[in-house]
C-alpha cells in the first residue's frame, strides 16, 4: 500500500498545454518535496512545501500543499519539450515528539509526463 | 561538483556475489540516506545516518545489507550473497537538519545480478 498516490500514472500532451497532476494521502505530512527524475538519475528537487494552503512558484510550476497537510498539486503551464520526466512527490512525517521529523521520506510512484513538440 | 556522488555508476554481478556501494554526500550535510527504486516505482527508504549514528533502518533492509558511515562522512551499503530481486537502482541523498526533508539525491548505481 503506498502511503502517497500520485496520479495519473501517464500523461503524454502537445507542447503549449496545460496540466496538472496531483499527490494524495490519508496522512499528514510535515512537509512535501516534489522531485523530477531522468532515465537512469537520481531525483532532483524541485520545491519544498511546508505550510498548509502554501502555494509556491517556480517559472512556469506552481505547487500547492493541501490546507490539512495530505496532499499537493503540481501545475505546469505552457509545458515545453524540457518538461518531459518522472514526477515524484515525497512526504516527510511528523515523529512522535511534538516538532520533531522522522528521516525518511515516502515517495509516490510518479508521474511519468512526456510533452511532444 | 558540490552535489552528492555515487560510485559505481552500473553494477553487473552474479548471483551469489558480495557487492559494495559508495556515497559521497555534500560536504556539510550530517544526514545520509539510502534508498532503493526499481522500474515502475518511487525510491523505498532502507536507511539513514545522522554523522556515523545509524537512526533507522527499513524492514526492506534485510541482514544481507548493511550499511556504515564510519567517519560522519562518506556511506557503504553493502549487499551480501545478491539474489536476482537485489537488482535496482540504489540511491543516496543528504540534508542538513533542520530542514531533514530537503533530500538532495545523487546519480544511483544501477545494481543488474544475473
Known amino acids: 500500500t503506498q502511503l502517497l498516490e500520485q496520479s495519473p500514472q501517464f500523461l503524454s500532451i502537445q507542447e503549449g498545454e496545460n496540466l496538472t497532476v496531483y499527490c494524495n494521502s490519508s496522512s499528514v505530512f510535515s512537509s512535501l518535496q516534489w522531485y523530477r527524475q531522468e532515465p537512469g538519475e537520481g531525483p532532483v528537487l524541485l520545491v519544498t512545501?511546508?505550510?498548509?494552503?502554501e502555494v509556491k512558484k517556480l517559472k512556469r510550476l506552481t505547487f500547492q500543499f493541501g490546507d490539512a497537510r495530505k496532499d499537493s498539486s503540481l501545475h505546469i503551464t505552457a509545458a515545453q519539450p524540457g518538461d518531459t520526466g518522472l514526477y515524484l512527490c515525497?512526504?516527510?512525517?511528523?515523529?512522535?515528539?511534538?516538532?520533531?521529523?522522522?528521516?525518511?521520506?515516502?515517495f509516490g510512484r510518479g508521474t511519468q509526463l512526456t510533452v511532444w513538440p | 561538483d558540490t552535489g552528492v556522488s555515487q560510485d559505481p555508476r552500473h553494477k553487473i554481478t552474479k548471483r551469489g556475489q558480495n557487492v559494495t556501494f559508495r556515497c559521497d554526500p555534500i560536504?556539510?550535510?550530517?544526514?545520509l540516506y539510502w534508498y532503493r527504486q526499481t522500474l515502475g516505482q518511487g525510491p523505498e527508504f532502507l536507511t539513514y545516518f545522522q554523522n556515523e549514528a545509524q537512526l533507522e533502518k527499513s524492514r526492506l533492509l534485510s541482514d544481507r545489507f548493511s550499511a556504515e558511515r564510519p567517519k560522519g562522512s562518506f556511506s557503504t551499503l553493502e549487499i551480501q550473497r545478491t539474489e536476482q530481486g537485489d537488482s535496482a537502482m540504489y540511491l543516496c541523498a543528504s540534508s542538513l537538519p533542520p530542514r531533514v526533508n530537503e533530500q538532495f539525491f545523487g546519480p544511483g548505481t544501477r545494481l543488474t545480478v544475473l
Open positions: 512545501v511546508v505550510t498548509g494552503g
Open positions: 515525497a512526504g516527510g512525517v511528523l515523529g512522535q515528539d511534538r516538532g520533531s521529523t522522522l528521516g525518511r521520506l515516502y
Open positions: 560536504s556539510e550535510h550530517n544526514r
